[in-house]
Structures are given as C-alpha cells and as structure tokens.
C-alpha cells in the first residue's frame, strides 16, 4: 500500500492527494481536512483515513503517527510538510522500511529555514517530486506537470456559463467571496472537485491556493484570484507566477474583483481543456523506486 | 517606569513587529500607552486611491510571510 500524507486545512493538500490516489492503486489518503467528509461522499471509493479537524494538537500528532505505523506502507508519500505538519513525522521516518516521497509544493522559506529541511529531506527522503511549474522548488527534485483531480477526458465544455466565485479559503474570508459573488448578481455553492465548475465558468473567482490556480489554468478559464495569507504557502508569488502562463488577474477589494471578473467575460465557446495531467508521470516515477 | 518593562504591544507601518520600547511615555504609536494594539488600529496602508500606483506583488499575503515567526511552524494542525 501506498499513504499519502495530506495532513492541511483547506481543500488543497486533500484535493492533490486525491489526484495522486486517483492514478495509483491501493493508495491510502491520510486527512485532517474539514471537508473530508465531502471527498469522501464525492468519491468513495477513496480509501480515507481522517483525524477530525478540532483534534487538538497533540492529539492530531499522535493520532497521525499511529495511522503512519499502523498501515505500513510500501511507500510513505508526504505532502508539502517534511517532517510532517505538526513535526510529529521527524524521528518516524528512519524508523520505517517504506520508500519516502516528498510532494514539494511551494512553502515559506523561513520555513525551511527554521526547520533545518535542507538536510533533513536529503536525509530522509528518495524522492522529491515538484507538481508543477508554477511551485517554488527549494530541494533537489524531478518536475512533473500539474497534478489535477480531473483528467481532460472526464470535464465537460461547451459555452462557458458566466462567473463562478469560488469561497475555498477559510471560513473568515468567506465574506469576502460573498461581497463579491452579491456584486456580481450570482451565488457561491459547495461542490467538490471544483474543477468539474471550472470547464464550465467564463470566469472564476478564487483564491490563490495550488489546485484553484492549476485547475483554472489547465481548464483555459480565467481567474480573478486574491492572494490569502496562509503560514506556509505563499500565494501572492504563486498568482504572479501563474501570470505568465495564463490569465490570472490579481486583485484585492471586493469591488475591484467584481470589475475584473466582468473584463474577462469573452462570449462564445471555449476550446476544450486537453492538459497532461501530471499525476500519471508521478506514479510513474514512483513505482520506479520499487 | 517598571524595570526590565517590555512593551507587549506591536508596531509597524505595513508590518507588525516587536515594539522594543522600554516605556510607553512619549511612545508616538501608542500614544502613551492608551492604544492597546497600534498595528491593528492603523487605517492607513490601504489609503493608496488606485492601485495603479500601489506595487501589486506585495500583498497582506506577503507581510504575513514576513512576520510568521519560526515559533508559529509546525504548531498548528490547521496551517496550510
């Protein structure tokens, strides 16, 4: 069995993990998203393990080493996080007879600084994947495309059916979403994954985490997209970045976003979305270290 | 003046950080004392009239990354 470590609020860690399990087999996720839930009614088929998200953190660092331990996996792959989110997998990983994969997403490089990751993922770990272009790399690594949820084949195109706001943040900044989802006459619904919307909006409006920009990127659809202050990921880089490989339009009031949107509206159909999606490649690499 | 006083308040412009003052008495933040959080009460930083003008790539997101101290990694099973 493979694990995949995806411990993070949000969607995002989740969400890429799915797009991994998706391309394997006999992949376990391991989860303290609060959405879980949602994924899992999504799709169950998925084989989840989920540390409620108000477990304490303690708790949550104890309760995650022991699903490492218990499932023994052939392969530990660990999301974004080297020594684990809460730290708690630093004296685990040498313990453990299984093939270490790092997922480097971009992270804060005070970060890694602080936690002296430079040495310890050339200790730990035998490979180090970057899912995508658009990340900052800071270890020695192999660069795939983007890893997406969806394959090209499985979204629908057609004419794009207008302005799509997407609240995948945190709750405190959903009212943002709302001022501009009121301004703009349309609504914010729940759905999961988000990119099966996105083939189908003009425009979206989100945030500036991995999967929104790499979803609307590969889909060819614009984003008006704010950058939210998160401890790890640096979204502001990430928004300028993806800047140049597609229309992404940065913005920060409400009022300047609901403007924006309305300037990226083109009518007419879009060509389909036919984007490689980086997770074949991955698993690829990855079978390659057994 | 207490000995050894540190200000527990935060100061900044565009960033919070440390006040390192050693009393309150004639803090032009503060304003001796009677702000309890002059960083928070600050109004200024987003009086820019267009945006043209204000540099784009330096956003909240970037002052957050610039004042998350090493003490808040790893410390939080919510983080992202």
């Known amino acids: 069995m493979w694990l995949i470590y995806a411990l993070g609020g949000g969607w995002g860690?989740?969400?890429?993990?799915?797009?991994?399990?998706?391309a394997a087999r006999n992949v376990r996720v391991l989860t303290n998203s609060p959405y879980a839930a949602i994924v899992a009614?999504?799709?169950?088929?998925?084989?989840?393990?989920?540390?409620?998200?108000?477990?304490?953190?303690?708790?949550?660092?104890?309760?995650?080493?022991q699903v490492v331990r218990d499932s023994s996996p052939k392969v530990l792959i660990v999301d974004t996080f080297p020594r684990g989110l809460g730290g708690e997998l630093s004296p685990l990983l040498a313990a453990i007879p299984a093939q270490k994969v790092l997922v480097h997403r971009d992270v804060n490089p005070r970060y890694i600084a602080s936690a002296g990751l430079q040495q310890f993922v050339k200790d730990h770990y035998d490979l180090v994947l970057v899912p995508g272009p658009g990340e900052e790399a800071?270890?020695?690594h192999e660069l795939t495309a983007p890893w997406l949820v969806r394959n090209a084949n499985e979204l629908r195109g057609g004419v794009p059916g207008g302005v799509l706001v997407c609240a995948s943040g945190m709750p405190s900044e959903f009212e943002w979403y709302r001022a501009v989802a009121s301004l703009l006459s349309t609504e914010i619904s729940q759905y999961w994954p988000a990119?099966?919307?996105?083939?189908?909006?003009?425009?979206v409006v989100g945030g500036g985490g991995y999967n929104t920009v790499e979803e609307c990127l590969a889909c060819g659809v614009p984003l008006v997209a704010r950058a939210w202050p998160r401890t790890y990921d640096r979204q502001a880089r990430r928004l300028s970045r993806a800047s140049q490989r597609g229309r992404v339009v940065q913005v920060h009031a409400v009022e300047e976003a609901a403007r924006a949107a309305l300037a990226e509206i083109r009518p007419g159909p879009r060509a389909p979305a036919t984007f490689i999606n980086g997770t074949v490649e991955a698993v690829r690499r990855i079978e390659g270290l057994l | 003046m207490t000995p050894g006083w540190k200000c527990p308040r935060?100061?900044?412009?565009?960033?919070?950080?440390?006040?390192?003052?050693?009393?309150?008495?004639?803090?032009?933040?503060?304003?001796?004392?009677q702000?309890?959080?002059?960083?928070?009460?600050?109004?200024?930083?987003?009086?820019?009239?267009?945006?043209?003008?204000?540099?784009?790539?330096?956003?909240?997101a970037d002052g957050a990354d610039l004042v998350a101290t090493s003490e808040e990694f790893e410390s939080d099973m919510s983080g992202s």
Not at chain 1, 13 to 22: Q, Y
Not at chain 2, 10 to 33: A, I, K, Q, S, Y
């Open chain 2, 10 to 33: 935060r100061v900044g412009f565009l960033f919070p950080h440390e006040c390192f003052r050693t009393t309150p008495v004639g803090c032009p933040d503060c304003n001796n004392g």
């Open chain 2, 35 to 60: 702000v309890q959080d002059p960083f928070v009460s600050r109004s200024d930083r987003y009086g820019y009239p267009d945006y043209d003008i204000f540099p784009m790539d330096f956003t909240e």
């Open chain 1, 41 to 65: 009614r999504a799709m169950p088929e998925l084989d989840l393990a989920i540390i409620p998200a108000q477990t304490p953190l303690e708790e949550a660092r104890h309760a995650a080493v």
């Open chain 1, 138 to 140: 800071y270890f020695e």
């Open chain 1, 13 to 22: 860690h989740l969400t890429r993990a799915v797009a991994l399990a998706r």
């Open chain 1, 195 to 203: 990119i099966d919307r996105y083939a189908e909006a003009s425009v």
